[in-house]
Nanobody, 125 residues
Framework: QVQLVESGGGLVQAGGSLRLSCAAS????????MGWFRQAPGKEREFVAA????????TYADSVKGRFTISRDNAKSTAYLQMNSLKPEDTAVYYC??????????????????WGQGALVTVSS
């Protein structure tokens, strides 16, 4: 069973940048789509971005388009989320996920096989 560990969260001022990393425990994640979700206090978890196993297909939530960039390095079994121009409303716990399927299940709230424990991102105004 693949396990995911997020890192890179922290406190940043509005307008700043952070990069989250999601390291997988097994090389088999190379065959998985990977992505990011977030959950702000008192709100439901929401989709942020997803990337196919090859890295050729990428999807973003409208709220982060143009500011966030998802990428992956299959040689390191790691996915990344580069977050620029951060806003206070980006404050949330960010979760990494992985699933053999890349498609609408990511943005439509479908079941995803593997989840990380989450990393807190706090953006101060």
């Amino acid at each position: 069973q693949v396990q995911l560990v997020e890192s890179g969260g922290g406190l940043v001022q509005a307008g700043g940048s952070l990069r989250l990393s999601c390291a997988a425990s097994e090389r088999s994640v190379t065959y998985y789509a990977m992505g990011w979700f977030r959950q702000a206090p008192g709100k439901e978890r929401e989709f942020v971005a997803a990337i196919s196993s090859s890295g050729r297909n990428i999807t973003y939530a409208d709220s982060v388009k143009g500011r966030f960039t998802i990428s992956r390095d299959n040689a390191k079994s790691t996915a990344y989320l580069q977050m620029n121009s951060l806003k206070p409303e980006d404050t949330a716990v960010y979760y990494c996920a992985a699933d053999p399927i890349y498609g609408t299940i990511w943005s439509d709230g479908g079941y995803l096989e593997v989840w990380g424990q989450g990393a807190l991102v706090t953006v101060s105004s």
